[in-house]
C-alpha cells in the first residue's frame, strides 16, 4: 500500500506534542481506510525525540523508503530546519503541524508545507496581547537557545520594545533543570510578565521555581508549553499561566472521535496532524499515488479543515492565519 510518514517526538520530556500529531494522522487515515476498502493508506511513524540531529539519521531512512509518498512532520523547528532539504531533494512532500520558525519557509525548498501560523504572526501577537490587553509595561524574556525558543523570543522582544527588559533578557538551554539564576535575575528586576519562549519540559519545572521563589507577577508562554503535560508537570504554579497557540480549539464531533479512539482528550496539534493527514488522503483519493504527483496535489490543495482553512503559498505558509489565547485554570 502506500504509505504517509509522520516524524517527530514519540519519547522523551516532549513526547506529548508528537504523540498529538501522531493520533491526529492516525485517526485521519483510519477513518479514510474504513471507508475506501479499495484505497488503504498505512501510516508509519518514525521518533525523533524531537531532536535534530537524530532527526538528521532519520530522515534518510523516510526518503529511501519507496512506499512513502508523503510526510507529516517533522513536529519541531530544530528538526525541521535540519531535515528539509533532504525532504526536498526527494521531492516528497513534507508538512509540519507544528513546526514554527519562521526561517523554515526561506530556505527555498518546494516541498515545506506549514498547516500552522508562523512565529511572525505569533510572537507580534502574544507581545501585543501583554502590552495592550495585560497591560504590561516591563517584561522578562527567556528563551531556551533552540532554533524555536530563539526564533521565538526574538519576535517577541522586538514587537516588545522597550517593554522587554533588557537586563532580563536571558537565556537557558533545553534540557534544563534548575533556572536559579534566571529566577535570580528575574526577581531582580520584579517584572509584570515572564514570557518563556520553549517547551512544556522546562516550562513547568521554571514557573514552579519562580512561583517557590516568590514572583507574583504573570508567566506567559507559547505553543511549545501549551499542552496537558505542562500543567500536570507544573501543578498549582500553573494556575493563570497566559498561553498563545496557533491552534484553535478542537470541535466538540472532533474532540468526541479522538477520545473514543484515543482513550484521551485532542491536545495542541491533534487537529493540524488530522487535518494534514486528511488532505494527503484526499490526494491518493485523487489518484495521486507518487511523490510529485501529492506534491502537486498538496500545494494547490483549498480546503476547510477541522481546525482551519487550508490554502497555501509558493513558500508553503498559509494564506490566512490566526492566533488563540489561552488560559490555564
Not at 163 to 178: L, M, T
Not at 215 to 221: L, P, Q
Not at 284 to 313: M, P
Request: hydrophobic content about 40%.
Amino acid at each position: 500500500p502506500v504509505t504517509i510518514a509522520m516524524a517527530g517526538a514519540l519519547n522523551g520530556p516532549d513526547a506529548a506534542l508528537g504523540i498529538n500529531i501522531k493520533n491526529g494522522v492516525q485517526l485521519a487515515l483510519d477513518k479514510h481506510n474504513a471507508a475506501n476498502p479499495g484505497c488503504q493508506i498505512a501510516l508509519k511513524s518514525f521518533d525523533t525525540e524531537g531532536d535534530p540531529q537524530k532527526a538528521t539519521a532519520i530522515a534518510p531512512q523516510i526518503v529511501d523508503d519507496a512506499s512513502i509518498i508523503g510526510l507529516v512532520g517533522p513536529a519541531f523547528s530544530g528538526e525541521t530546519k535540519a531535515t528539509g532539504g533532504v525532504f526536498d531533494q526527494a521531492g516528497l512532500v513534507a508538512a509540519t503541524a507544528s513546526a514554527t520558525n519562521v526561517t523554515l519557509s526561506e530556505q527555498g525548498w518546494k516541498t515545506f508545507l506549514r498547516g500552522l501560523a508562523n512565529d511572525g504572526v505569533q510572537g507580534p501577537s502574544v507581545a501585543n496581547y501583554m502590552k495592550n490587553t495585560l497591560g504590561d509595561k516591563k517584561v522578562c524574556v527567556v528563551d531556551d537557545s533552540t532554533d524555536y525558543g530563539t526564533g521565538l523570543a526574538k519576535a517577541v522582544r522586538d514587537t516588545l520594545g522597550p517593554v522587554a527588559a533588557e537586563a532580563c533578557n536571558i537565556s537557558v538551554k533545553k534540557g534544563d533543570k534548575d533556572f536559579s539564576a534566571a529566577v535570580t535575575q528575574v526577581k531582580g528586576q520584579s517584572p509584570d510578565s515572564v514570557f518563556y519562549s520553549g517547551y512544556y519540559a522546562e516550562a513547568a519545572p521554571f514557573v514552579q521555581q519562580l512561583r517557590d521563589a516568590g514572583f507574583a507577577g504573570r508567566f506567559v508562554s507559547a505553543d511549545g508549553t501549551k499542552d496537558e503535560e505542562f500543567v500536570k508537570q507544573a501543578g498549582q504554579s500553573a494556575q493563570d499561566a497566559v498561553l498563545s497557540c496557533p491552534c484553535g480549539p478542537a470541535s466538540p464531533e472532533f474532540a468526541a472521535e479522538y477520545t473514543a479512539k484515543f482513550n484521551q482528550a485532542p491536545g495542541t496539534y491533534s487537529t493540524e496532524g488530522y487535518d494534514l493527514g486528511t488532505i494527503l488522503a484526499r490526494g491518493i483519493d485523487s489518484g495521486a499515488v507518487t511523490r510529485e504527483a501529492l506534491l502537486n496535489f498538496a500545494k494547490a490543495y483549498e480546503g476547510q479543515g477541522v481546525a482551519r482553512k487550508y490554502q497555501w503559498t509558493d513558500t508553503g505558509e498559509l494564506t490566512t492565519t490566526l492566533i488563540w489565547i489561552y488560559q490555564v485554570q
